[in-house]
């Protein structure tokens, strides 16, 4: 499944069944640092998830590497 140009994917933490993605290793990191102060409620973050070549994600399966995550602040501009 591909996305296409300017679309983006969103995890919203916190909001909606967890049982699915919350047995994820990139889901359990993305609460840990959500716990740690990194992600702040309310505002939004462009994340970019680095999984192992070996991961199981790419085969369709559950996250059972240890990614490399990085975190951006996503800047809104308000609209009139």
Request: net charge positive; with cysteine.
């Given at each position: 499944?591909?996305?296409?140009?300017?679309?983006?994917?969103?995890?919203?933490?916190?909001?909606?069944?967890?049982?699915?993605?919350?047995?994820?290793?990139?889901?359990?990191?993305?609460?840990?640092?959500?716990?740690?102060?990194?992600?702040?409620?309310?505002?939004?973050?462009?994340?970019?998830?680095?999984?192992?070549?070996?991961?199981?994600?790419?085969?369709?399966?559950?996250?059972?590497?240890d990614p490399d995550i990085e975190v951006e602040e996503f800047e809104s501009k308000e609209v009139e």
């Open positions: 499944m591909g996305k296409k140009k300017g679309q983006r994917r969103t995890l919203v933490i916190g909001d909606g069944p967890a049982e699915k993605w919350v047995r994820h290793n990139y889901s359990a990191r993305l609460l840990e640092l959500a716990a740690e102060g990194v992600l702040e409620e309310g505002k939004g973050y462009i994340t970019e998830i680095r999984h192992d070549d070996w991961c199981a994600i790419w085969g369709g399966g559950i996250c059972n590497c």
